[in-house]
Structure formats: C-alpha cells, structure tokens
C-alpha cells in the first residue's frame, strides 16, 4: 500500500452475469444500455464453431437488427480497428457486442473508441487519452483467459511499427460483461491452456504490482487458487463444465486484479513478441513467467511464498527463499502438465515462425517503453530484459 499520498483507483463494468445460461440475456441487455442495432466484433473461428450463430439467433428470436464483423485476427491490428469502424458507420449501427477472446474484445473496444472519439486507433495509444464514452458495449466471452471482457484494457497492433499499443482507457471498460461457461465448452486444450495460463499470468503480475492493494491482493489470489484447482481438468475434458465454470471465475477475478493493479514485464516483453511474430499472447505469457518471476522474486519473496501455497506447494520447514522459489517451480509444472511450449524457440516453431537471437535488442527497446512493464517490482535494465529473453529461447 502507499506510504505516501496517492488514490487508487478500481474499475470494472456495472453490471457482470456469470454462469450457466448467461448468453440469454444479451438481446436484452444491449436493450437496457440503449441500443438497437449491434456490430458484433468476432473472428472466423467463432463463426466456423457455430458460436456466432447462437448469439445472432438470440438477436432474431427478439426481432433486433445486427451487423457481424468477424475479421478480426488472433493480433488485432490497427487496419482491423478502422474495418470495423467502417462496418459500424456503413450499417448505422448504434451498439456493440464483442464475442470471443481477448482479440475480439479489443478489436471491439478500437472500434468504439475511434467511433466515439474521432481520429485514428493510434490517437488513443497511452491511458485515458479518450474523451467521449463508448457506444453501448455488451462483451461476450468465450475464453478463460484475457479477462478483456471487463478490462480497462485494448492491445492493438500497430501493423507500421510492429508493435503493440497498450491503450489504457476506463472508458473502454465493457458496460456489461458476460462469462457463459456453455460457450467455452468447445474450446480446443491448446487454446483453453494458453488462455488459462495467461490469466495466471494476470492474477501473479497483479499480486507482486508496486500499485497492488487489499482489494486486487483478494482477487489475484482467489485466481491463482482457482486457477491451478481447475485449469488441468479443464485442459483434459472441456466438457467438465465444473472446471469450465471455475475457470471463468479464475479469469474475471484475475481481470479484477490486474485491470486495477496493472501488470509487469511478462506483458511488456509478451507484447513485443505478438507485435514482431505475431505469436499467440497466452503462450507468451507462460513462456515468460517464470523467467520474469525469478527476476523479480527478490523483489516479493513473501507474495512468490503465498503464490506457491496457493499453488499447493508445501512449504512448511523451507526457508523463505526456497519456498518462494517454489511459486516458480508450480508455474512451470503447471504450464508443462498442460502442453506450453517449453521455450520461445519451440513456440515460433509450432507456429512457422523463426524467433531469433537477433531480434532481442530491437524487443528489449519496444519492451521498455511497453505501460504495462511500470508498474514491476523490479525495474529491469536493458541488460536484464535482453537476459530474460535468451533464457526464454
């Protein structure tokens, strides 16, 4: 907590619907913040598992007019943002609903900024450099991970610089967001993995944030518990709608935390991979973490201890060192029981793309100036990052 004089802000949508059966309230949910014509922002792999369809067919069932922009790919880019500012402007439309992961929530939050405000995606890279409030915005997720469904938070590629805009903004917070864990019992075990372990990563960055407070301290740990009680299972039979369930509270607590503790380095350094590589976020993210965790450890060796008993490690005899040092082995146990690439290497391999030493420098600057990496226990030099990074490899 401060010692000095500071306000702490906590931001999260006015209204949240979790469980079973949740998805059936959309028509009139959109109704309640006033719209009547939704752009709904998702991708083609929704569309293709059918997801797309359940969502429009509640729409027709209440007689309302809607406009689908699934183009929007597994990085969203900047040239996604203004298609879909196009859509949106063509067909008259006066609301939104984002339907997927973290890609579909931040393509749909670029849109609705660049809607509301004016101006291009790049104008509002920062935080809160927005001015007017968002069209009316349901977010529908269908991933146990990002928490964008209720986050503060917009990552947009920016396909010039290749790199990632963070876009801090509490005007994108979602109005409603909603987790229906019957739309999430579909998803494959790498994707329901890479988004589990990304909302590890969000609850253990928040945890050991330099902004933390009681408040993200209760969230992120309740996430960690959560998270390493369901992500197996869940990973092993998605349809075991207990551990899909619990997963969604996993993840929208993580959001919780980090949306209002912010993040650290594994994001910073994350980022830089998905804007250079075009790698998957939430396996970056669990690549990462632990080599990032072992830099900061020093920093918080009393949150790695609790984030290891968390975890269900035993600490009981161990020095504080060592049962810290714990959290680091039950992460990396956890992210290899559920299929993670064991390194960056590996992961650029299984995606056709060449990660490469060389690359380092040019990520460790962008990874530097990246929001998200502030609010770290440690604050890394060049050498640091570019070290995390070959460990990584």
Known sequence: MAIREEVYGYFIPSVTLIGIGAAQQIPAKIKDLGGSKPLIVTDKGITGAGITKQITDLLDEAKMEYVVYDE?????????VHDGVDAYKANNCDSLITLGGGSSHDCGKGVGLVVANGGKIHDFEGVDMSTKPMP?????????????????FCIITDTSRKVK???????????????????????????????????LTHAVEAYVSTIATPMTDSAAEKAIELIAQHLRPAVANGQDIVAREGMCYAQYLAGMAFNNASLGHVHAMAHQLGGFYDLPHGECNAILLPHVSRFNLIAKVDRFVKIAQLMGENTDGLSKRDAAELALDAIMKLSADVGIPSGLI??????????????IDTMTGNAQKDACGFTNPRTPKDADVIAIYKAAL
């Open 165 to 199: 805009m963070a876009i801090v903004d509490w005007r994108v917070t979602p109005g409603i967001a909603l987790d229906d864990p019957l739309l999430m019992m579909g998803m494959p075990p790498a994707l329901t993995a890479a988004t589990g372990m990304d909302a």
């Open 72 to 80: 929007t790919i597994p990085n969203p880019t900047d040239n996604n």
């Open 346 to 359: 590996e992961l650029g391999k299984r995606y056709g793309k060449d990660v490469k030493a060389e690359d």
């Open 136 to 152: 009316p915005y349901v977010a529908v997720n269908t991933t146990a991970g990002t928490a964008s469904e209720m986050t503060r």
